[in-house]
């Protein structure tokens, strides 16, 4: 599992490193601060019926959904073998820490979380961008 997270973080820092310098080296005009949450199969998770755990992973996809229309979930998604990730854009680690309590796999003891404030380069996140061009101007 560390493993995975290293090589992903490397991943982002390696793809920031381009983004997070102009053409002449200067560092970025604005940066932001996101948090990274790491899901965690709790290995004491409670044994429940398939239905019911269908229904767990249901709710946690729905409450993703709603992060992302929210404008706070900026990228998500599982890692091989177990547990996952989310990025969140949030103005606190408090914001952080009540959202992911929230999310149904954490509530019902299926995930644990670690969560840590990570600084980059504003609308360094495509889905942002791209977020951001599909909506309607003020």
Not at 33 to 55: C, G, H, M, W
Not at 71 to 80: D, H, N, R, S, W
Request: neutral net charge; aromatic residues 8%; charged residues 25%.
């Amino acid at each position: 599992m560390r493993s995975i997270l290293t090589t992903l973080l490397l991943c982002f820092t390696v793809s920031h490193v381009s983004i997070a310098q102009d053409k002449d080296g200067n560092p970025p005009a604005e940066i932001v601060k996101y948090y990274f949450v790491e899901l965690i199969t709790n290995p004491d998770r409670p044994e429940l019926p398939k239905a019911q755990v269908d229904s767990i992973q249901t709710a946690h996809m729905a409450n993703m959904g709603k992060m992302v229309e929210d404008e706070k979930l900026v990228l998500a998604g599982p890692f091989e073998g177990g547990g996952g990730l989310f990025v969140l854009k949030v103005d606190t680690k408090e914001e952080a820490e009540a959202l992911v309590a929230n999310d149904p796999a954490v509530s019902a003891g299926r995930l644990l979380t670690k969560i840590r404030a990570w600084w980059t380069a504003a609308d360094s996140f495509t889905i942002e961008k791209k977020f951001k061009k599909n909506q309607p101007k003020n």
